[in-house]
């Protein structure tokens, strides 16, 4: 269970994002790692340490509503996991559900690893830079992900190798979203929807279903 002083911020994301009573003592050991590590390692944003539960965990939650049907799911710059090790927790409850973390900083490598341990989570993590993954990775693939990696347009660019192949873009945004998609728009035709965020009222989840390149003129 989370610390006292977590414990009403684990109830308001649990209560926005329900999960299976063995995904949440998942999550709990996931939290309880993140929260040990974080003194040396600076995982998130100190600020940020109080609503832990609803500002990252069920921030990266509530994503899985949006693609139902994804079992195999990319998250580029996992970071501190977010949002793919909560996406993970949840998925061991099903069939065939596989997270790929893909993160190049060592020491934030080596956390996932023992995140994934502790939490017995179905993710994998690749300790390399998004390019090379996109590269050489030739796996089934239902959903990418990110959180904090990039605006819009440089985003599509680092997902495109892998959003070519046909799976959903599904990639939490933040207040100026409106701006990021029409700059996006400039250099891309886009399939696209924008989802309120159920943690934040000002942020919003935008479904990539087709994203090309336009031609240069």
């Known amino acids: 269970m989370a610390p006292p002083d977590l414990a009403a ?8 994002v329900p999960v299976s009573r063995e995904t949440a003592a998942r999550l709990d050991r ?4 993140l929260l040990d590590w974080q003194s040396r390692l600076n995982l998130i944003a100190a600020s940020t340490v109080p609503v832990l539960w609803t500002r ?8 899985l509503g949006l693609a139902p049907q994804a079992r195999k799911w990319v998250d580029l710059g996992s970071g ?3 949002p793919g090790l909560p996406i993970a927790c949840a998925l061991a409850d099903q069939d065939a559900g596989e997270v790929h ?3 190049s900083n ?3 490598a080596a956390f996932l690893r023992e995140a994934i341990r502790v939490t017995g989570a179905p993710a994998i993590v690749h300790a390399e830079r998004i390019a090379d993954f ?7 693939l239902d959903a990418v992900t990110a959180r904090a990696l990039a605006p819009l347009p440089e985003l599509l660019s680092i997902a495109y190798p892998l959003l070519k192949r046909g799976p959903l873009g599904v990639f939490p945004k933040g207040q100026d979203m409106d701006a990021e998609l029409t700059e996006a728009a400039k250099c891309w035709s886009i399939e696209a929807s924008l989802v309120p965020s159920r943690t934040d009222p000002k942020s919003r989840v935008v479904v990539i279903r ?8």
Do not use: C, M, T, Y
């Open 9 to 16: 911020d684990r109830a308001r994301a649990l209560a926005l």
């Open 30 to 33: 996931f939290a309880a790692l």
């Open 56 to 63: 990252h965990i069920a921030d990266s939650l509530q994503l």
């Open 80 to 82: 501190a996991g977010f």
């Open 101 to 103: 973390l893909i993160e």
């Open 106 to 108: 060592n020491k934030k």
């Open 134 to 140: 996109s590269k050489r990775f030739r796996g089934e």
């Open 210 to 217: 087709r994203a090309e390149p336009k031609p240069r003129a």
